[in-house]
């Protein structure tokens, strides 16, 4: 391989070679959100994509007047990337911006954790976008704040900014006051469970390989519902269910829900009414739960978004599981060329039928 | 969307005369003619079952379970050809994938998992529709009229 291919960014002149696009990362790496060079390096990797015209559009951050909540941006000319950012508030998942691309011509470059590289892979993989029209530039996530938290740390205060530590986190009010709490006591609720953070495929990435969190405390929440009543059951669904208000932003938001003509936007058939009876609010969660099984890639995303706060990821990781345990496929999104378990079949399958 | 008056949750449960409604999707190469020849050797099974033809058993969609469901169903059947004599090939496969994963999870939304049930039942086995009608059918007898997913607010 030629020095060329090993820099993190592209050198000018020449095209992304085919080697580096079935090579799943790169052996070099930009320094790690943290480092003070962080910032600086990746903007500087996204104007010269953009100015050397390897990509035509960046999908990334932009800071607002909220220092705890940075807004989507999109970055079309090298001198606007001089506002982007990326820091650990950025816990929007934008994989799902690159279908508004589909017929764009040019490339996209996007900013992407571990959770939102996977939808990046699991739409190529769907055949949503073609893996060549992705410059996928990967950030080693140690762990995304959750603002709601932080501002509950801090109490009646405004906060005025949050400096992120390693183990703990310093947040200084409006009136001058700081505090320093752990932060596991205000990572959003999935990166505390977070065991992929690292991108799987990236063309460009920034960090060392971070270790995530091991905790099976969903799986743990899964199996006290398994071991519940079918009535029981039936009460803890029927009461998360009724909230839904069919806003769908958890279909929105999911790189495994990109079907152009969705079913629950159909009027022949007409499958889902807007009446929120038990009847269609049943339907729509466990249709989407069960057409999204097997493409799931974990990243809570719904979970998230959800704005009556149904435990969408206690429907979805369950499917995760019973997919893994029945026949033994890969986290989705994890590896390119990977097909749903759902659309294939094996003889020796297990059979619950009689 | 609303349940027509025979749906069977609401009158006929107060005067006693409930019979559960069983919709049973079966495939058209076998599991039909199976519940065909049980007719033609003059094999009783239960009126309840109502059975809903379609090509291949890996055609049933988890959508068509809910509808039954919501649409006045106190058990839902799915029966097709046994793995290997698919009259398409591979078409239960797909079928035993797919409701491997479904079947667990209704159970796990709180759909009690006598109501839900699946079969593999070959042209010739006549006998097996029978036994199968009529164990499923007393399954859901014994649990009543299903009250999830209906259209209720």
């Not at chain 1, 990046?120 to 990967?138: A, S």
């Not at chain 2, 409604?21 to 079952?49: E, H, M």
């Not at chain 2, 169903?73 to 479904?102: E, K, L």
Request: aromatic share 8%; hydrophobic share 35%; with cysteine.
């Amino acid at each position: 391989m030629s020095e060329a291919i090993k820099t993190a960014a592209p050198v000018e002149g020449e095209p992304m070679p085919a080697e580096l696009k079935t090579a799943e990362i790169p052996t070099r790496r930009g320094p790690a959100p943290g480092d003070p060079e962080f910032l600086g390096a990746l903007r500087d990797c996204c104007r010269s994509l953009l100015a050397e015209g390897h990509v035509q559009r960046i999908i990334a951050y932009r800071e607002t007047p909220d220092s705890l909540r940075p807004e989507v941006a999109f970055f079309a000319s090298p001198e606007e990337t001089g506002d982007l950012v990326w820091d650990l508030f950025c816990n929007t998942n934008i994989c799902k911006y690159l279908l508004d691309y589909r017929t764009f011509e040019g490339r996209i470059g996007v900013v992407v954790k571990g959770c939102d590289a996977r939808g990046v892979v699991q739409l190529i993989n769907d055949m949503q976008i073609p893996r060549d029209k992705v410059e996928i530039i990967g950030i080693c996530c140690p762990g995304q704040i959750d603002p709601a938290k932080v501002e509950s740390a801090a109490g009646e205060a405004w906060v005025s900014r949050v400096v992120a530590g390693p183990d703990s986190v310093e947040i200084v009010t409006e009136e001058g006051t700081e505090m320093r709490v752990p932060l596991e006591s205000v990572l959003t609720d999935r990166c505390l469970s977070c065991r992929k953070p690292n991108p799987p495929v990236a063309d460009v990435v920034f960090g060392e390989d971070q270790k995530g969190r091991i905790s099976d405390e969903v799986f743990e929440q899964i199996a006290e519902l398994e071991r519940m009543s079918s009535a029981e059951r039936d009460a803890f669904w029927n009461r998360h269910f009724e909230r839904c208000i069919r806003c769908f932003a958890c279909r929105n938001v999911c790189p495994a829900c990109s079907c152009t003509k969705c079913v629950f936007d159909q009027q022949e058939p007409d499958w889902l009414a807007g009446e929120r009876n038990q009847a269609n609010q049943h339907f729509f969660q466990i249709t989407r739960a069960v057409h999204v099984s097997g493409r799931c890639t974990g990243c809570e995303e719904c979970d998230r978004v959800c704005p009556v706060g149904i435990p969408l990821r206690l429907m979805n990781k369950k499917l995760w599981k019973d997919v893994k345990d029945l026949f033994d496929s890969p986290l989705p999104g994890t590896k390119l060329g990977v097909r749903s378990p759902l659309v294939m079949w094996d003889p020796k399958d297990a059979d619950s039928f009689e | 969307m609303t349940t027509d008056g025979a749906s069977g949750a609401g009158a006929d449960a107060g005067t006693g005369t409930w019979e559960p409604r069983i919709v049973a999707f079966c495939c058209n190469w076998c599991s039909y003619a199976g519940a065909d020849l049980a007719g033609t050797s003059r094999k009783q099974y239960p009126a309840n079952i109502r059975i809903v033809r379609v090509p291949c058993s890996g055609r049933i969609n988890p959508q068509y379970i809910l509808r039954a469901f919501q649409r006045g169903a106190d058990g839902v059947m799915v029966a097709g050809c046994h793995p290997g004599d698919c009259h398409y090939t591979t078409g239960n496969y797909y079928t035993r994938r797919r409701f491997s994963v479904v079947q667990r999870f209704l159970e796990y939304v709180g759909l009690h998992p006598d109501r839900f049930s699946g079969h593999w039942i070959s042209g010739s086995e006549g006998e097996k529709f029978v036994q199968t009608a009529r164990e499923f059918t007393e399954k859901v007898r014994s649990l009543g009229p299903n009250e999830k997913m209906r259209d209720v607010l």
